[in-house]
Nanobody, 125 residues
Framework: QVQLVESGGGLVQTGDSLKLSCAAS???????MGWFRQNPGKERELVAA????????TYSDSVKGRFTISRDGAKNTIYLQMNSLKLEDTATYYC???????????????????WGQGTQVTVSS
């Protein structure tokens, strides 16, 4: 059984940094992983994703240059380093895993195979 467990969320101020982690267990090899975020009443949006071999990444335009996704293969864990946080970064952040890497298809939540429960990030002024 695949489990994705996020951690690292919290309350920070604008301009601060925060690092999220997602530990995967039972995930078959070759799966790409990523981070989505969602606010109530809004669609879940892809923030960043990384391949299993860490040779490709993709970011949403809203976080490029501020967020960095990384992956530790030995620990089967991905991270999201979030710098220069803005109020609009407030959301529940979800970790997800997908077998087929496709930056176009990955924009849709239906393309992803596994999901974590989410961790809340709140940015205050």
């Amino acid at each position: 059984q695949v489990q994705l467990v996020e951690s690292g969320g919290g309350l920070v101020q604008t301009g601060d940094s925060l690092k999220l982690s997602c530990a995967a267990s039972g995930l078959p090899s070759g799966y790409s992983m990523g981070w989505f975020r969602q606010n109530p009443g809004k669609e879940r949006e892809l923030v960043a994703a990384i391949t299993s071999r860490r040779d490709r990444t993709t970011y949403s335009d809203s976080v490029k240059g501020r967020f960095t996704i990384s992956r530790d293969g030995a620990k089967n864990t991905i991270y999201l380093q979030m710098n220069s946080l803005k109020l609009e970064d407030t959301a529940t952040y979800y970790c997800a895993a997908v077998r087929v890497w496709s930056p176009t298809l990955m924009q849709s939540t239906t393309h992803w195979d596994y999901w974590g429960q989410g961790t809340q990030v709140t940015v205050s002024s």
